[in-house]
């Protein structure tokens, strides 16, 4: 998450992640991340991460948008490889970061190769 701000402070707020808190299958697990924002030139949403803590991958996805995407909301589904801790950050036009996070318990796990 460092990485994707540049060193930069990531606060917590303005980010809605929204994730099942009990999953059956980490195979698909659905999430959706809004972030408030007028979405207009001046002040817009660029970039949206997904990171996780537990996966062989700690950044899942990153979704760039734009003044014309009209809202901030993005859905997706994951994998995960056990339960887990999932977060979003948002890089705003102001250069600020915003984030969320979510714990997810998943009862059967994905990602995980077996020998």
Do not use: Y
């Not at 808190?21 to 809004?34: M, Y």
């Not at 700690?58 to 994951?78: E, I, N, Q």
């Not at 979003?88 to 990602?111: K, Y």
Request: hydrophobic share 45%; proline share 6%.
């Amino acid at each position: 998450m460092r990485r994707f701000a540049d060193g930069a402070r990531i606060q917590p707020g303005r980010v809605r992640l929204e994730v099942p808190p009990l999953v059956e299958n980490g195979n698909a697990v659905g999430v959706t991340v809004r972030v408030d924002s007028p979405m207009t030139a001046a002040d817009h949403v660029r970039r949206i991460a997904l990171f996780n803590d537990k996966n062989p991958q700690p950044d899942m996805a990153v979704f760039h948008l734009g003044p014309r995407a009209g809202r901030a909301h993005v859905s997706t589904r994951v994998r995960l490889a056990t339960s887990q801790a999932i977060a979003a950050v948002a890089e705003l036009s102001d250069g600020s970061f915003w984030s969320a996070e979510a714990n997810v318990i998943v009862t059967l796990a994905a990602c995980i190769e077996e020998l």
